[in-house]
């Protein structure tokens, strides 16, 4: 295996059936529910926002889809999230497999305490993706290169991956997701850390990744959502609100909180 | 307008300089400053008390009084029979010798309760010195060699001053007429302190000046082997699963309870335990290291737990959350990330739970560690004593040569100490990684 072009045919986005989809998805942890009946559709090799007030539940949403949240003991997930047509949450689904389908990068940068090479190369590792060592050099340069990194650390992979500026790390952790090879990358809040120049690096790299990956990104910033997303998701104490393009979304909203919102009234 | 430049102004709204409520802030400040300066000095002078007590109580211990004789090794009296056979040779009479020395030392004194005085002044060990001798160089019979012997403990006393001469002779230890030999000896210097290698090489005897830390300290290092071959890799391992893997329920809560108050039930309870268990029921040999170990490996174990639990949870969740997110199974996760660093604060805890373990006593009490071992343990199923427990016996001794042994044994004990805090410290640096 390893790193293999993509080779589908690329067809109209609307024909395309979406990569994944959520229907009537209920999370709660304990008594306290945060997301209520959401259904949602996620196009593929698109970068899908979503956007919404703090506490809205849009990162629990995000968590669903590579189910993070089982993690954590209390949070009940009900409801149905396929992925290109299996249910993620069958009895016969292997979480493993799926988080290697499903990459996720976090909020806060975290890199392991490993050197450059090792942060990128253990997922290879542990998914044995590579033949031997060669290849597994290669796959670690070609996603620090996919992540725009490779060019300022060529020279000190075997340095500590915490060593690098909060940017550098941020785009670190992207390469480790990139290594794995997966169809789908969750951010959940990647630049919310970061001084405007490096958001700007990483919205560079997200739109060139969108060739390649379907990107489903949480945001605070209304800004940044309309700069990189085709589909915009605005998410309010829980419920999805309003879902679209992202353009029509932040022209001409049809349900009043998202006006309010986007215009500053609201969060 | 505000005027500014009114005093009166500055005064009310601008001032800088302190006021009556300001000062007295500052001074409870200071007075805390100095709350903890006067605490830190009291502890710190209590150490220096005590450190300086144990070392100029014990220094005398590691020197020994020895006395040069001039020994011819009469194979008539060793060895008749001329067949060199090492454990004849070591068990051999070697009195004779030691007589035919003396009185060549001292050709003067004939009469026989003189004579008795004058081989008190060796001690009775030295007997077993010279077959030592011979039996590891046999050609040195038929020789006539310069030979140091340790002398008797009342001599060695007096030569290190812990006698007092002019005390009344019905009183001392050591007669007037010992004193003239001792000062014949000085004369030719055939008397002589000298670095006290039997000290640490010796196991424990009746003799002071025979008496060795050895035995002891080898008893505690098997101990400890023992004690950290069973209670690291249980400790900690019982550590990541509470930590890791167990849900959280009333069986969990009960579990932490109950490893809390194991960590505070008095050690003696643990040695019964191991009294009635691990000799009653399993059989193990008593006053042998490996049931030691056992007993202390219990009284360590809610330690472990406690501290490597601690250090799990210092780790921070953004860590496994990163090797969930690429797909890490559960244990991928623990062992590849969480449990390396973790690491250095699991192995602290635990060298500190064998250092109260090294100091530990009364459990040991409870298991036949206690009893007078003169044999140097060679394994964990050798009937040994520990550094803590013959420590309380040299001190419950009534040979007033032990006492500087006692606190000689007590820096030995504390040399340990310092070395595997310091293991601690050393280990600690070399694992830890930041993130």
Known sequence: MGIVMDMKIKTEAAVKPPIMSAKNVDVSYGKKQAIDNVSLDIPENQITALIGPSGCGKSTFLRCFNRMNDTIS?????????????????????????????????????????????????????????????????????????????????????????????????????????????????????????????????????????????IVIVTHSMAQAARISQKTAFFHLGKLVEYGETDKIFTNPTDPRTQNYISGKIG | MTDYTSENYIQENYALATSPSLRRRHAKEARFKWYGRIAIMIAFGFLVLMFSTIIFRGAGAFQQTNIALDVNFSEQVIDPSGERNPQALASANYKPLLTAALSKTFPEITARNDKRHLYKLLSSGAVFELGQLVSDDPSLIGTNQTIWLTASSEVDLFMKGKIDANLDETLRRISNKDISYIQALQKNGHIKKKFNSAFFTNGDSREPE??????????????????????????????????????????????????????????????????????????????????????????????????????????PNTIREAAYGLGASKTQATFHHVVPLAMPGMLTGTILGMAQALGETAPLLMIGMVAFIVDIPHGVTDAATSLPVQIFLWADSPEKGFVERTSAAIIVLLAFLILMNLLAVFLRKKLERRW
């Open chain 2, 210 to 315: 025979m008496a060795g830390i050895l035995g002891a300290a080898l008893g505690s290092f098997f101990s400890l082997l023992v004690c950290f071959a069973i209670a690291f890799p249980l400790g900690i391992m019982t550590a990541v699963y509470l930590e890791e893997y167990a849900k959280k329920s009333k069986l969990t809560d009960l579990i932490e309870v109950n490893i809390n108050n194991l960590a505070a039930v008095p050690s003696i309870v643990f040695g019964l335990l191991g009294l009635s268990i691990f000799l009653g029921v399993f059989h193990i040999p008593r006053s042998t290291p490996l049931v030691g170990g056992m007993v202390l490996a219990l009284m360590t174990l809610p330690t472990i737990i406690i501290a490597a639990r601690a250090s799990l949870r210092s780790v």
């Open chain 1, 74 to 214: 209390t949070c009940k997930t009900t409801g149905e999230i396929r992925f290109a047509g299996q249910d993620i949450y069958d009895k016969k689904v292997d979480v493993v497999a799926l988080r290697a389908r499903i990459g996720m990068v976090f909020q806060k940068a975290n890199p392991f305490p490993k050197s450059i090479f090792d942060n990128v190369a253990y997922g290879p590792r542990i998914h044995d993706l590579a033949e031997n060592k060669d290849h597994l050099k290669d796959i670690v340069i070609t996603s620090l290169k996919r992540a725009g990194l490779y060019d300022e650390v060529s020279d000190r992979l075997d340095e500590s991956g915490t060593g690098l500026s909060g940017g550098q790390q941020q785009r670190l952790c992207i390469a480790r997701a990139i290594a794995v090879d997966p169809q789908v990358i969750l951010m959940d809040e990647p630049c919310s850390a970061l001084d405007p120049i490096a958001t700007a690096v990483i919205e560079d790299l997200m739109e060139q990744m969108k060739e390649k990956y379907t």
